[in-house]
Nanobody, 118 residues
Framework: QVQLVESGGGLVQAGGSLRLSCAAS????????MGWFRQAPGKEREFVAR???????????EYADFVKGRFIIDRDNAENAVYLQMNSLKPEDTAVYYC????????WGKGTLVTVSS
C-alpha cells in the first residue's frame, strides 16, 4: 500500500527556515516524480515544487515562482524520501504542505502544517 508521511512542519518567525520531509512506502520510490503542494487557509491547493525521477544530475526540478530562490527540493532515493528546504519564510507561506507521488496515479500524504508568524 502506498503511503506518504510528511513531517517537519511547525511555527517559525518570518525569515526563518524549516525542512520538510516526506517518507514514502510502497512501490519503487526512485521511479516516481515527487512534488510538494500547499493549501493556505481559505485558498485552493497550489503547486510548490517538483523533482523528477532519475538519479545523480538527471533530475528535472521545477518551482513555483513565489518560492524560487527560497525553497529547495531534493530527494534521497536510498531513504525513500523527498525534502523541501524552506528558507526566508514569509507569513504568506503559512499553509498545510502536502507530499505528492506521481506516475500513472497520484498519491497524497496527509500534510504537515507550516505557520510563519510576522
Amino acid at each position: 500500500q502506498v503511503q506518504l508521511v510528511e513531517s517537519g512542519g511547525g511555527l517559525v518567525q518570518a525569515g526563518g527556515s524549516l525542512r520538510l520531509s516526506c517518507a514514502a512506502s510502497g512501490g519503487t520510490f526512485s521511479r516516481y516524480d515527487m512534488g510538494w503542494f500547499r493549501q493556505a487557509p481559505g485558498k485552493e491547493r497550489e503547486f510548490v515544487a517538483r523533482i523528477s525521477r532519475g538519479g545523480h544530475s538527471t533530475y528535472d526540478i521545477e518551482y513555483a515562482d513565489f518560492v524560487k530562490g527560497r525553497f529547495i527540493i531534493d530527494r534521497d532515493n536510498a531513504e525513500n524520501a523527498v525534502y523541501l528546504q524552506m528558507n526566508s519564510l514569509k507569513p504568506e507561506d503559512t499553509a498545510v504542505y502536502y507530499c505528492r507521488r506521481t506516475d500513472d496515479k497520484i498519491y497524497w500524504g496527509k500534510g504537515t502544517l507550516v505557520t510563519v508568524s510576522s
